[in-house]
């Protein structure tokens, strides 16, 4: 440790202290070439040693799962080699400081790695298991009359649009109104206080939306209300917060030049917002819309709570229960037929469904604001 | 827009269309504001009547609890244990995945990386149910037996294991990964938001980057981090679906992590009941779901309270 030059310190005990003293008598452009190039230098691992260290882990993880160890016991013992190796060959030659850099930069990379893990099971899981179920039968029938195979999700994927697109139609005034009224009308304490409750609201637990759309109608139509309204008035809850954060965010972003150059021309404020303001900001505020309506697609829990499940399918929002996607996947799971498999593979199937939808969602959301989005730098 | 009559000044007049357009607008943010405050009211209406139902209505609606408070404590501590889970897991892990998308990736992989991580936020939270059930609950198994073997002197470990892997730990870590998307996002936008200039100044003095991290970022995004960890305590606490599935739960107290008998949670226990239920047994569960509002209510409003501050204290 000791021993250690920090970058362009004078304390080492190598050469370059000794060749710096004897040179002391030579002029200024000799100094600077020679014995600093040296003393900047301080000793580091040849670019190969980690590819090197690397490929012996490696070796390491091989033998031991040819030895009948398991995969991730494997893995796990060929990391922690490369590891400790990388940092104990660094200790020795580079130093402790160096030595914890590389460790933390290893430590960082592998959080990552690990965080992604996770993503790419679930997503092989779901298409292995859940692309193969799915059909034209499987998309064209309910399940009606349906016990053991067969059926399908025609009655769920009917409500989870129709109450998706009612829920859409309630969030999407309201929160765009909203953002505008908090980037171009509000000054002061009402204006604070929405930005900061929408912020709170984000943190709404979906449940106690459901909850809360089921106590709302419940005092209307008496208790144990199921009805897709209800189910639309609960991701509507969950929905305007994200379509008001977006919005604002959107909006913000509309230079100030554009809307002082409408006023110049007498064009009144609110033509302003609806003519120049909006249609500038259009891109991003459809991306930020396609992007809440894919978080609230998937939700499940308030709408297992005030839609309910159904076998049939069911039109009506504003009459008895319906089904949706996720509750399907909930229910085949959690109440299956006979024989149980052929539940479990529906649940898998509708799963691939929704993830595709909630996938392609997300998807056109990034194409609309890559390829509409005006250019905000000329 | 000055109130100044139209008679006295070379003002833009006020228009229908803007007085209509300015009371819209307002209306909009106003509906929010009530449709919060409605969301307490609604509740605590339908809560009531559990508040007050006898004792004979109440043992009917909730066997085997004495009292509503009783009832509820225990559903707050399983709540309370499996967000812990949660947050222990994955704040560290978020905290590093930020840190390699905003200081360590090379910047043309920053935004693409970026992006995987929000797929994680995009999935919906029945699809990791049903992986946390037939995916990660089976290999769970064999590292919960030789947790009970060798550590089992803890009293986190000291099972008997469960043998189909639906522990509370499971369910911690499917919530973790639920958790990881948002406390990630909030962490990257924090550490981005480190002054360059500070961190040029570390590397010129000759530190290394996990020493420009370490006394640079660290200390600049402290707060940020503190509420990236309460906001996804906020959504592990209300999280429903993923425990829902993944917990086999038999409502106790117990600290054990990886026994097959497991406390339950508030939203789980909600979906799992809600649908059969009927009578008082509804109203108490609204009435829990209140507790869980208020609760991620508090702790939601902290964590933006200090984001706030932050941001005021950076104005200045």
């Not at chain 1, 310190?9 to 030579?26: N, T």
């Not at chain 2, 827009?1 to 070379?10: G, H, I, R, S, V």
């Not at chain 2, 139902?53 to 909730?62: G, K, M």
């Not at chain 2, 995945?97 to 992006?115: E, M, N």
Request: with cysteine; glycine share 8%.
């Amino acid at each position: 440790m000791t021993d250690q030059t920090t970058p362009g310190g004078p304390a080492s005990p190598e050469g370059p202290i000794q060749s710096s003293a004897a040179d002391l008598q030579l002029d200024h452009d000799d100094l600077a070439m020679m014995p600093f190039e040296e003393q900047l230098h301080s000793p580091r691992l040849p670019r190969q040693v980690p590819v090197w260290l690397g490929a012996a882990a490696l070796v390491v993880g091989a033998g031991l799962l040819s030895i009948g160890a398991g995969i991730a016991l494997s893995i796990v013992a060929a990391w922690l080699t490369f590891a400790l190796s990388l940092s104990i060959v660094s200790r020795i030659r580079e130093g402790a400081r160096k030595s914890k850099d590389r460790l933390a930069t290893l430590l960082v990379t592998t959080a990552f790695v690990v965080a992604l893990l996770p993503l790419v099971a679930l997503l092989w899981q779901v298409f292995s298991k859940g692309a193969p179920v799915v059909d034209s039968t499987f998309l064209t029938s309910s399940m009606r009359n349906v016990v053991g195979e067969g059926g399908g999700i025609y009655h769920a994927l009917w409500g989870t649009v129709l109450v998706t697109a009612m829920a859409t139609v309630m969030s999407v005034p309201i929160g765009l109104l909203t953002a505008i009224y908090l980037v171009e009308y509000s000054n002061g304490r009402l204006g604070r206080a929405i930005t900061f409750l929408v912020d709170v609201m984000t943190g709404i637990p979906s449940i106690v939306a459901g909850l809360f759309a089921y106590a709302l109608f419940a005092i209307f139509f008496g208790p144990g209300v199921r009805m897709g309204f209800g189910g639309a008035v609960a991701l509507s809850v969950l929905m305007i917060p994200l379509v008001v954060r977006s919005g604002e965010e959107m909006l913000k972003l509309v230079p100030h030049d554009l809307r002082e150059a409408s006023y110049a021309l007498g064009v009144p404020k609110w033509r302003t917002i609806s003519k120049v303001v909006m249609p500038t900001a259009l891109a991003g505020i459809v991306t930020g819309i396609t992007i809440a309506i894919a978080r609230v697609i998937g939700e499940t829990a308030p709408l297992l709570i005030i839609c309910g499940a159904t076998d049939s399918t069911n039109f009506n929002l504003f009459s008895g229960r319906m089904m949706t996607l996720p509750v399907y996947i909930f229910n085949q799971y959690k109440n299956p037929g006979i024989p149980a498999s052929a539940s479990v593979d529906r649940a898998w199937g509708a799963a691939f469904v929704l993830t595709v939808i909630v996938m392609a969602l997300s998807l056109v959301a990034r194409l609309v604001s890559h390829y509409f989005s005006p250019k905000t730098r000329a | 827009m000055t109130t100044q009559t139209q008679a006295d000044a070379p003002h833009a007049p006020r228009r229908a269309g803007d007085r209509l357009f300015k009371g819209l607008t307002t209306a909009a943010g106003i509906v929010i504001l009530v449709t919060l405050a409605g969301v307490g009211v609604f509740l605590t209406v339908e809560a009531i009547p559990a508040l007050t139902a006898s004792h004979d209505d109440l043992l009917e609606a909730i066997p085997g609890s004495a009292t509503l408070a009783g009832y509820t404590a225990r559903l707050v501590f399983g709540t309370a244990l499996a967000a812990a889970l949660a947050l222990l897991i994955a704040m560290p892990l978020s905290i590093g995945v930020a840190l390699f998308i905003s200081h360590y990736a090379p910047r043309r992989l920053a935004w693409p990386l970026g992006y995987l991580i929000d797929l994680l936020a995009a999935i919906p939270s029945v699809v990791y149910g049903l992986w946390g059930i037939f995916f990660l609950a089976p290999r769970m198994t064999p590292i919960y037996a030789w947790l009970e073997d060798h550590l089992g002197f803890l009293p986190f470990f000291k099972g008997p294991a469960s043998v189909t892997g639906r522990t509370i730990l499971t369910a911690g870590i499917v919530l973790a990964i639920m958790v990881l998307p948002i406390a990630t996002s909030l962490c990257r936008e924090v550490f981005l938001q480190t002054p360059r200039l500070n961190e040029e100044a570390a590397l010129a003095l000759g530190a290394t980057r996990w020493e420009t991290v370490r006394l640079v970022v660290f200390p600049y995004a402290r707060s940020g981090i503190v509420s990236a960890g309460m906001l996804g305590l906020g959504r592990a606490l209300g999280e429903t679906m993923a425990v829902a599935l993944v917990l086999s739960v038999s409502n106790v107290v117990s600290f054990n992590l990886i026994s097959s008998v497991n406390p339950n949670t508030i939203a789980a226990n909600i979906a799992l009941k809600f649908p059969e239920s009927s009578g008082v047994a509804v109203n108490v569960l609204i009435a829990t779901g209140l507790v869980l509002f208020v609760i991620t209510f508090l702790i939601n409003f902290a964590a933006r309270a200090i984001v706030g501050r932050r941001d005021v204290a950076e104005a200045r």
